[in-house]
């Protein structure tokens, strides 16, 4: 060890799979003696447990689940607010309708926020589309919510 220079160490020791031959052997009598062929032995290296070692990226990882559900869940607020009575008007149909239509928006928008440069045209369309589907909806109170909700939902990028 102590002749051996930083070049000669491994950096990173991953587990060896070599291509091996599948052949019946003459002697043996269990066929499951045999060698597993390359992609078994891989699915058996994937299969394995995750070490010690990785820990630290599960819990960042985890931190940044727990990051964009928060902010999910602050979009979804934000969105929701003020409506629950005009939703409570609506026939079970397009109760549905507006729910689903609801959550794809928070998604997108979503995303539209982990971008560097937010296209705030964009998410005032999503939320413009998305409140058209409220039957009867006037169109100046569509534009005072959207823009509304637009403001609110660029303060959060600012937060998160």
């Given at each position: 060890?102590?002749?051996?220079?930083?070049?000669?160490?491994p950096i990173i020791?991953?587990?060896?799979?070599?291509?091996?031959?599948?052949?019946?052997?003459?002697?043996?009598?269990?066929?499951?003696?045999?060698?597993?062929?390359?992609?078994?032995?891989?699915?058996?290296?994937?299969?394995?447990?995750?070490?010690?070692?990785?820990?630290?990226?599960?819990?960042?990882?985890?931190?940044?689940?727990?990051?964009?559900?928060?902010?999910?869940?602050?979009?979804?607020?934000?969105?929701?607010?003020?409506?629950?009575?005009?939703?409570?008007?609506?026939?079970?149909?397009?109760?549905?309708?507006?729910?689903?239509?609801?959550?794809?928006?928070?998604?997108?928008?979503?995303?539209?926020?982990?971008?560097?440069?937010?296209?705030?045209?964009?998410?005032?369309?999503?939320?413009?589309?998305?409140?058209?589907?409220?039957?009867?909806?006037?169109?100046?109170?569509?534009?005072?919510?959207?823009?509304?909700?637009?403001?609110?939902?660029?303060?959060?990028?600012?937060?998160?």
């Amino acid at each position: 060890m102590a002749g051996e220079t930083i070049a000669e160490k491994p950096i990173i020791e991953s587990p060896k799979i070599t291509p091996i031959k599948i052949e019946h052997l003459p002697n043996s009598e269990n066929k499951a003696e045999q060698i597993l062929p390359p992609t078994e032995q891989i699915k058996e290296i994937i299969s394995k447990p995750i070490e010690k070692k990785g820990e630290d990226n599960i819990v960042a990882v985890s931190r940044v689940q727990d990051w964009q559900k928060q902010q999910a869940a602050a979009i979804d607020n934000i969105l929701s607010e003020g409506l629950n009575e005009v939703f409570l008007k609506m026939n079970p149909d397009e109760q549905a309708v507006f729910k689903k239509t609801g959550e794809e928006t928070v998604i997108k928008i979503s995303k539209l926020l982990m971008e560097t440069k937010v296209k705030v045209n964009k998410i005032v369309a999503l939320i413009r589309k998305w409140l058209q589907l409220i039957p009867g909806v006037n169109k100046f109170f569509l534009e005072q919510e959207v823009k509304i909700k637009a403001d609110k939902i660029m303060r959060i990028k600012n937060k998160f």
